[in-house]
């Protein structure tokens, strides 16, 4: 006979020099969490199953952070990234990838519009911060 372990409440796991702080539903990692990577990158937010689904906040150690909604690990939905220069990105995400919404820049500059392998593509505008629009 023998009997499976099922862990469930909250925890914490170490493995391979990353960590995870959160909680557990049947040996997955379920619920609100922070997961530290041996890299110096953390995501903190909503776990479904193993994977980042629902909003969350990812850190890089580079300090470029997302903030918004994510499915299966990915950013997906509306979110917001900002840049360690402090210009950012608001906008829509589909399977981790930009696909519409607004970069501002510092400066005053900014391009409001359709983004494609994260690239300007498709419809949209480029003001310069002097006031030249394309």
């Given at each position: 006979?023998?009997?499976?372990k ?25 619920g ?24 969350g ?5 580079d ?44 400066d ?27």
């Amino acid at each position: 006979m023998t009997i499976e372990k099922k862990f469930s409440g909250y925890g914490v796991l170490y493995s391979n020099n990353n960590r995870y702080e959160g909680y557990w539903e049947q040996s997955k990692l379920n619920g609100k969490g922070r997961y530290f990577l041996a890299n110096g990158d953390y995501f903190e937010g909503n776990i479904v199953n193993d994977k980042a689904s629902g909003y969350g906040r990812f850190i890089h150690k580079d300090g470029k952070i997302y903030e918004g909604n994510w499915l299966n690990d990915l950013p997906n939905g509306e979110g917001k990234e900002i840049f360690k220069d402090g210009s950012t990105f608001t906008g829509s995400f589909t399977n981790g990838s930009k696909v519409k919404g607004k970069f501002d820049w510092k400066d005053g500059a900014y391009y409001e519009g359709e983004i494609k392998k994260d690239l300007f593509d498709g419809e949209g505008l480029f003001h310069w911060a002097e006031g030249r629009e394309y």
